[in-house]
């Protein structure tokens, strides 16, 4: 087992981090490499299908978001705007996944449904932008993924238990060591650019509107995309992080114990509590008790119905 990021360094020193990750799965679950190299060969196929799904929008099961991704791909297709097409490209596939999941569409949790956008939306893009193998994208879901593992050994992947730190964050923590893995950083690089993004989620609550996964999270998954592309892109530079990854997870853990529970995905704090927040609220709860008498409105009248043939 890998049970630290300084451990992993050890491991990793002049490997490829990938096959590190792949061998020792190998050993702790007797599943050969090539078993899930495959299984990530489908998931990158889950994601890029749910990216094209979701790029022509549509609205959310509450009603709330939806058409984020369509709106950029409309603004980028014509021209309106301003930004680099892999930072463009980062933020389109992030909120078309979440798009989808807002719809209750197949994606990828990576490392969960409300943080999925994050790592398809960096290593797809990156991968079409410079013309990657995509089997070095699936070599960068193994080290995505086992940077996302150590972590939920370590600490939790759970908003619930930790705010969105421990969503979000992990989520452009493990797309950023991928980044840093598929521009052929060596494993050093790969472990502060997990750090640099994770660092600097610190502190980020969970507090989905009306209890949704779809305000803020849609959104956030766009711009935390970018942020995990821009702490690869120091770390490839040869920026480190002061605080070692190691602590900068422990210190993710203490901050989630620290958080009220309001803040940890209850909906009773943060933006879920504005005035427009808690309007919308009351809102999906009115629809959901109209939904629930509409369908005991339907079961009478097949009752009765059935009653009258007897
Ligand atoms: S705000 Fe909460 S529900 Fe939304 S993505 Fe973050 S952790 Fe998940």
């Known amino acids: 087992m890998i049970e630290s990021f300084k451990h992993l360094e050890q491991l990793a020193a002049g490997r490829d981090v990938a096959d590190v990750f792949l061998e020792t799965d190998e050993q702790e679950h007797a599943v050969p490499a090539e078993m899930?190299?495959?299984?990530?060969?489908?998931?990158?196929?889950?994601?890029?299908?749910?990216?094209?799904?979701g790029k022509n929008g549509g609205e959310s099961m509450g009603k709330l978001v939806g058409n984020e991704a369509r709106l950029l791909n409309?603004?980028?297709?014509s021209g309106r705007t301003f930004l680099d097409p892999l930072t463009i490209k980062a933020e389109l596939y992030a909120l078309a996944v979440m798009g989808e999941n807002s719809r209750m569409g197949v994606i990828v949790a990576a490392p969960t449904a409300g943080a999925g956008g994050v790592v398809p939306g960096m290593l797809l893009?990156?991968?079409?932008?410079?013309?990657?193998?995509?089997?070095?994208?699936v070599r960068a879901m193994v080290v995505a993924g086992g940077v996302g593992s150590i972590i939920a050994l370590t600490a939790s992947i759970s908003?619930?238990?930790?705010?969105?730190q421990n969503e979000i964050g992990v989520a452009?923590?493990?797309?950023?060591?991928?980044?840093?893995?598929?521009?052929?950083?060596?494993?050093?690089?790969?472990?502060?650019a997990a750090a640099i993004a994770l660092k600097n989620t610190l502190g980020l609550v969970c507090d989905p509107v009306g209890g949704l996964v779809e305000v803020p999270c849609v959104k956030r998954n766009a711009l935390f995309a970018v942020h995990g592309l821009t702490a690869a892109q120091l770390a490839l530079a040869g920026v480190e992080s002061?605080?070692?990854?190691?602590?900068?997870?422990?210190?993710?853990?203490?901050?989630?114990?620290s958080l009220p529970r309001g803040l940890r995905e209850t909906a009773e704090g943060g933006l879920a509590t504005?005035?427009?927040?808690?309007?919308?609220?009351?809102?999906?709860?009115?629809?959901?008790?109209?939904?629930?008498?509409?369908?005991?409105?339907e079961r009478e009248r097949l009752a009765q119905e059935r009653k009258a043939q007897r």
């Open 172 to 192: 452009s923590s493990m797309g950023a060591a991928g980044v840093a893995y598929m521009m052929d950083g060596n494993v050093r690089q790969m472990i502060h």
């Open 274 to 297: 504005t005035d427009t927040g808690n309007a919308i609220a009351l809102r999906l709860k009115a629809e959901a008790n109209q939904r629930r008498a509409d369908r005991a409105a």
């Open 159 to 164: 908003g619930a238990a930790g705010g969105c």
């Open 36 to 53: 899930i190299l495959e299984a990530l060969r489908k998931r990158r196929e889950v994601m890029r299908d749910c990216v094209e799904r």
């Open 74 to 77: 409309e603004a980028w297709q």
């Open 242 to 257: 002061a605080i070692p990854m190691d602590e900068v997870v422990e210190a993710m853990v203490r901050i989630g114990r």
């Open 125 to 137: 893009a990156l991968e079409e932008e410079r013309k990657i193998d995509p089997e070095k994208t």
